[in-house]
């Protein structure tokens, strides 16, 4: 059987070989990475109408060894599937929470929140509130400065869970972000029973808006449908003036994006300290 498997192998492309065999080689330095320490959190700004800052988004960041900054594009959907994103997003969160518990210390910074992107295996391990709930009371984190960004995909088949999850979640005083919205199936139908605190336009919207009338038509509605269901909007992949100037016009005064600042390591952020 080895032998056919050898033979196999050497009908298979050049090219689809040494992916595969990338893959598994990345596969195996992520399974060490966190106990290496090799993550590192960087944080995006969040701005509102005055572009002051106030908050950011948390994104995650791997410092490999021998291929430098690696993006989550790249090894998240990996982590995903072999569920490393558990053990991965337990350390997200914490050292969110211990940056929030930072950052209470100063007026200046009291006031921010801290946006983290949780994954649907994340949110669905049974103890996944007590975890949250364990996290944010060792490291002292106020629970109303911790938005969780969720997508869509968190809810197909799961949203008698999701919903109760959700409802502990908020009543401790965490809230939560629908990230990616407009770019999933059925966002309406969910939209009317899940307890939602915030809509986060995507980023491909943002890009086309200016030069794509639908795209413009589908912001449009968003917008609308945030004020109608009393859900704050914001908007992100925000890149030029043109686009601030369009949504702030249309009735979104919630920004993130490449205009008011790249994602960052916490030191290298713009506070007003
Ligand atoms: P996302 O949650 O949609 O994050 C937004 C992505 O857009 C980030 O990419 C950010 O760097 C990028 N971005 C921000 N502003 C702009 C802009 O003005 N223009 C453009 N072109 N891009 C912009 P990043 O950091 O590479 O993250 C990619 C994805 O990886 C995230 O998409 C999110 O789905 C996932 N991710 C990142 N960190 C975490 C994490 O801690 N946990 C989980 N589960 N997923 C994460
Ligand atoms: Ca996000
Ligand atoms: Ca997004
Ligand atoms: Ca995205």
């Known amino acids: 059987a080895k032998q056919a498997g050898r033979d196999t192998l050497r009908f298979f492309d050049p090219a689809m070989q040494a992916r595969l065999h990338a893959r ?45 900054l690696v993006s ?13 994103i558990v053990p991965l997003g337990d350390w997200v969160l914490e050292t969110a929470c211990r940056q929030l518990a930072a950052w209470a210390e100063d007026p200046a910074t009291a006031g921010l929140t801290v946006s983290v992107n949780v ?16 996290t944010l009371e060792r490291t002292g984190a106020r629970p109303e400065r911790l938005k969780l960004e969720v997508t869509e995909s968190l809810f197909v088949d799961n949203r008698d869970e999701a919903r109760e999850t959700m409802r502990l979640l908020r009543e401790h005083g965490v809230s939560f972000s629908l990230d990616d919205f407009g770019t999933g199936y059925s966002s309406l139908s969910y939209l009317r029973r ?12 943002v890009l086309d808006l200016l030069a794509d009338e639908a795209c ?3 912001v449009v509605s968003i917008i609308t449908l945030s004020q109608s269901l009393h ?30 600042g790249r994602p960052v390591p916490v030191e290298a952020l713009a506070l007003d300290t």
């Open 24 to 68: 598994a080689r990345l596969e195996a330095d992520l399974r060490q990475a966190l106990a290496r320490n090799e993550f590192l959190l960087y944080y995006q700004p969040q701005v509102n109408a005055d572009r002051r800052m106030v908050g950011v988004e948390a994104l995650l960041r791997w410092q490999h060894p021998e291929r430098g």
């Open 72 to 84: 989550p594009g790249e090894f998240i959907p990996l982590a995903e599937e072999n569920r490393l």
């Open 119 to 134: 994954s649907a295996q994340q949110f669905r391990e049974t103890d996944f509130v007590a975890r949250v709930l364990a």
């Open 194 to 205: 899940l307890p939602m605190d915030q809509l986060k336009i995507d980023q491909s919207f």
């Open 216 to 218: 413009a038509a589908i």
């Open 231 to 260: 859900l704050e909007v914001i908007a992100e992949g925000v890149e030029t003036e043109a686009q601030q100037g369009w949504l702030a016009a249309h009735g979104c005064h919630a920004f993130q994006g490449y205009l008011f």
